[in-house]
């Protein structure tokens, strides 16, 4: 069983297209999160989703949507495509947000390409 | 401005040598610390982490770090370096009284380990 599990692996699309990419938990995780590495493998949190709260990282374009159904799963949605948006996405869980000193859990990742 | 510095973008040791991936961080109050480490086409999976008492603290894979508090670093080691244990390694750090969304990422050190 994959504890963070997204899809899709890969992801190839053009210019200006939107693209949405799934990630479920099977953890029981009350907190799930968006991070983006870029192709010198620097990591940076986009968004947290804690239960009913997001928390928006102000670096994030609003481009960039979260979408939250419930507390298992978080999806990113994409609108207007850029090829400055290629970078390999990672969504990850943890048990709560409040509770900093759990360690998080992290999908395998999707790698974007803009073309 | 919080920040998580490791600065060295490779580490190369000979299978049996110990070694240590430096980590820094410049963060305010008491910061809880984690490592982790990435496997090509992986996420990040945890290794260890520092939340408060013993400075040294054990993980994964025979991995420990030390938490040095006058010198704000938390230093990865392991004793005798396995071929297995070449990827990447990220330190991360969460700044006193935040939340686990407030994570900061160091740049991460590759780790190379020859036979």
């Not at chain 1, 907190?31 to 989703?49: E, R």
């Not at chain 2, 299978?15 to 961080?25: D, F, R």
């Amino acid at each position: 069983d994959t504890a963070v599990s997204q899809t899709p692996k890969y992801l190839v699309t053009q210019m200006g297209n939107d693209k949405s990419i799934k990630c479920e938990q099977n953890l029981g995780h009350d907190t799930m999160y968006w991070y983006k590495q870029d192709s010198k493998k620097f990591l940076k949190i986009m968004f947290s989703y804690n239960n009913k709260e997001l928390i928006i990282n102000e670096t994030v374009p609003n481009r960039f949507s979260p979408k939250s159904p419930d507390k298992a799963h978080l999806n990113l949605h994409i609108n207007s495509l850029e090829l400055g948006d290629s970078a390999v996405y990672f969504c990850a869980s943890s048990p709560s947000s409040s509770t900093a000193n759990t360690e998080a859990f992290f999908g395998q990742g999707t790698r974007l390409t803009v073309v | 401005a919080q920040s998580v510095a490791q600065p060295e973008d490779q580490v190369n040791v000979a299978e049996g040598n110990p070694l240590t991936v430096k980590c820094t961080y410049s963060v305010s109050g008491n910061p809880y610390l984690f490592w982790y480490v990435q496997y090509p086409n992986r996420g990040l999976q945890f290794l260890l982490k520092y939340i408060t008492g013993d400075n040294l603290v054990k993980g994964s894979y025979g991995f420990e770090a030390e938490f040095n508090k006058s010198q704000t670093s938390f230093h990865l080691k392991k004793p005798s370096a396995l071929v297995s244990d070449s990827a990447l390694y990220f330190c991360a750090v969460i700044p006193g009284y935040s939340s686990a969304s407030k994570i900061i990422f160091g740049s991460g050190t590759r780790l190379s380990i020859r036979p």
